[in-house]
């Protein structure tokens, strides 16, 4: 189905490549609307994953040290949060909720887009993920939200702590999830010089920025389409890789950045409604368990052939597409608790990750979502 996007025609063209889902309505319901997911294969990182050129620290900004931690306890951090409107009230919009989910378990299909009119609980849907995203181990004090357990999602100063033979103190977290404003700059969002301290103790000191806060967590766009076109780029580049790379005044520092990109238009926020409490719960459950039995879930070797094949059929650039539509159908599958993907999970997800993918034809007056499934079913019969 054809739809506008968030970029610019210079940037949408550049960034293609590494959107993954999409998904399109239009109804005008009482709380969602069109739905665009974007997916990113994982890839290897840039640069250096250390630090040169000088003596310098790192800024504590994104997680809190373990005196924080004991003297906030959690249900006072809590109450301190906004209220977020429940994900199960949301009514209608299965295309894009389902999406949301599907990145939720598995966060290396790589994030959504959605679009849609003013009004139409977007923004909503995307907030209240916060109440169902799952706990997270990182390691106590550390500004890039470390894994303990994983030197692949570690920060330089922890992997090298972790090779000097340290204990790591470690707690549990929710996932978070960070909000890009569209007045950031470049080094908001990267990381930059702390000056400061600089000043005051003449060291170079690196304060991490926005994607160091949302490593291992959900970095969210609003009004995506009005974000400046290089900030799109420098975004796409680090959900791609997993990486972030800062050149800053003689210090060089890559840190992770694995992050679920989520961006919406025209945002509206709801209210709480306590009644769905239960629905809540029973949903957060639901996702926990599907994250966990992913990596058992299985799917068979003719239906990865006959996923190609449709790919090839729809002249479908690389293999993106046919790597996002094997996630995303696991997901799903491990979302209905099973561990054998049906035919049923190919064709629920299979129209989302392929169909902006396509190349455009502007004689073409068919939905290209609608080639995604004339090929899906004459392909799997």
Same mark, same amino acid.
């Given at each position: 189905?054809?739809?506008?996007?968030?970029?610019?025609?210079?940037?949408?063209?550049?960034?293609?490549?590494?959107?993954?889902?999409s998904?399109?309505?239009?109804?005008?319901?009482?709380?969602?609307?069109?739905?665009?997911?974007?997916?990113?294969?994982?890839?290897?990182?840039?640069?250096?994953?250390?630090?040169?050129?000088?003596?310098?620290?790192?800024?504590?900004?994104?997680?809190?040290?373990?005196?924080?931690?004991?003297?906030k306890?959690a249900?006072?951090?809590?109450?301190?949060?906004?209220?977020?409107?429940?994900?199960?009230?949301i009514?209608?919009?299965?295309?894009?909720?389902?999406?949301?989910?599907?990145?939720v378990?598995?966060?290396?299909?790589?994030?959504?887009?959605?679009?849609?009119?003013?009004?139409?609980g977007?923004?909503?849907?995307?907030?209240?993920?916060?109440?169902?995203?799952p706990d997270?181990s990182?390691?106590?004090?550390?500004?890039?939200?470390?894994?303990?357990?994983?030197?692949e999602?570690?920060?330089?100063?922890?992997?090298?702590?972790?090779?000097?033979?340290? &204990? @790591?103190? =470690?707690?549990?977290?929710?996932?978070?999830m960070?909000?890009l404003?569209? #007045?950031?700059?470049? *080094?908001? +969002?990267?990381?930059?010089?702390?000056?400061?301290k600089?000043?005051?103790?003449?060291?170079?000191?690196f304060?991490?920025?926005?994607?160091?806060?949302?490593?291992?967590?959900?970095?969210?766009?609003?009004?995506?389409?009005?974000?400046?076109?290089?900030?799109?780029?420098?975004?796409?580049?680090?959900?791609a890789?997993g990486?972030?790379?800062?050149?800053?005044?003689?210090?060089?520092?890559?840190h992770?950045?694995?992050?679920?990109l989520?961006?919406?238009?025209?945002?509206?926020?709801?209210?709480?409604?306590?009644?769905?409490?239960?629905?809540?719960?029973?949903?957060?459950?639901?996702?926990t368990?599907?994250r966990?039995?992913?990596?058992?879930?299985?799917?068979?070797? &003719? @239906?990865? =052939?006959?996923?190609?094949q449709?790919?090839?059929?729809?002249?479908?650039? #690389?293999?993106?597409? *046919?790597? +996002?539509?094997?996630?995303?159908?696991?997901?799903?599958?491990?979302?209905?608790?099973?561990?054998i993907?049906?035919?049923?999970?190919?064709?629920t997800?299979?129209?989302?990750?392929?169909?902006?993918?396509?190349?455009k034809?502007?004689?073409?007056?068919?939905?290209s979502?609608?080639?995604?499934?004339?090929?899906?079913?004459?392909?799997?019969?």
């Amino acid at each position: 189905m054809a739809m506008a996007s968030p970029f610019s025609q210079a940037s949408a063209a550049a960034a293609s490549p590494a959107l993954p889902f999409s998904v399109s309505t239009s109804r005008p319901l009482s709380l969602t609307t069109a739905a665009t997911a974007a997916v990113s294969a994982r890839a290897p990182c840039r640069g250096s994953r250390g630090f040169r050129r000088g003596r310098f620290a790192v800024c504590n900004v994104a997680a809190p040290s373990a005196a924080e931690l004991e003297t906030k306890p959690a249900a006072a951090a809590k109450e301190s949060q906004r209220p977020v409107y429940p994900f199960p009230a949301i009514v209608g919009q299965d295309e894009m909720k389902l999406c949301l989910l599907l990145n939720v378990i598995d966060p290396k299909i790589g994030g959504v887009m959605i679009m849609g009119d003013r009004g139409t609980g977007k923004s909503t849907t995307v907030r209240s993920l916060v109440d169902l995203l799952p706990d997270i181990s990182v390691v106590v004090g550390d500004p890039f939200n470390s894994d303990p357990f994983d030197p692949e999602v570690m920060g330089p100063e922890v992997r090298d702590r972790l090779l000097k033979g340290e &204990d @790591l103190p =470690v707690t549990t977290t929710k996932i978070t999830m960070v909000d890009l404003p569209l #007045g950031a700059t470049e *080094d908001r +969002v990267c990381g930059t010089i702390d000056i400061e301290k600089a000043l005051t103790e003449g060291v170079k000191a690196f304060e991490p920025g926005l994607l160091a806060k949302a490593n291992r967590g959900i970095l969210y766009v609003d009004e995506v389409n009005l974000l400046d076109d290089h900030l799109v780029d420098v975004l796409l580049d680090s959900a791609a890789s997993g990486w972030n790379t800062v050149e800053r005044e003689g210090i060089s520092i890559s840190h992770p950045a694995r992050f679920i990109l989520i961006g919406s238009g025209n945002p509206e926020e709801g209210e709480l409604r306590q009644s769905y409490l239960e629905e809540q719960g029973k949903l957060q459950d639901q996702i926990t368990s599907a994250r966990s039995n992913l990596g058992s879930v299985q799917l068979d070797h &003719d @239906l990865r =052939v006959k996923i190609s094949q449709v790919c090839s059929e729809l002249n479908v650039d #690389g293999l993106r597409g *046919d790597i +996002v539509t094997n996630r995303a159908a696991k997901a799903l599958a491990a979302l209905k608790g099973r561990d054998i993907v049906t035919v049923e999970d190919i064709a629920t997800v299979i129209p989302n990750c392929l169909r902006h993918r396509l190349r455009k034809d502007p004689l073409e007056s068919i939905d290209s979502g609608l080639l995604v499934v004339e090929k899906f079913y004459e392909v799997f019969g």
